[in-house]
C-alpha cells in the first residue's frame, strides 16, 4: 500500500466550486456521494478515478488508510466533463 504521499502524487485535485458546476457537452454526475476532500478540493486518482461512496463509513475507511489528513464531505451533486475515447483501449 502507498504512502498518503505516494497516493496524493497520484491524485489530481478538482476545485469543489469548479466540480459543481453544472457543463455542457457529456457529464458524468455523481449524485449524493461522500468525496475524500483536501484543500477545498475532491480527489481523482490516477487516471480519473473519483474518490468518492455513496456509504459516510466505507468513504471513510478508504480516506483514513489512504489519505488520513484529508476529509470526508458530503456533495449533493459533481459533475465530470467525459469523453468517450476516456472508456475505449
Known sequence: MSTPTEYLAKCK?????????????????YADCWWTVIDECILYHGHGSPQCNGSEEFARRIKDKLC?????????????????????D
Open 68 to 88: 488520513p489528513d484529508a476529509d470526508v464531505r458530503h456533495i449533493a451533486f459533481v459533475f465530470q466533463p467525459t469523453r468517450p475515447r476516456d472508456w475505449c
Open 13 to 29: 485535485k478538482v476545485p469543489i466550486i469548479e466540480a459543481t458546476k453544472p457543463r455542457d457537452g457529456l457529464t458524468m454526475i
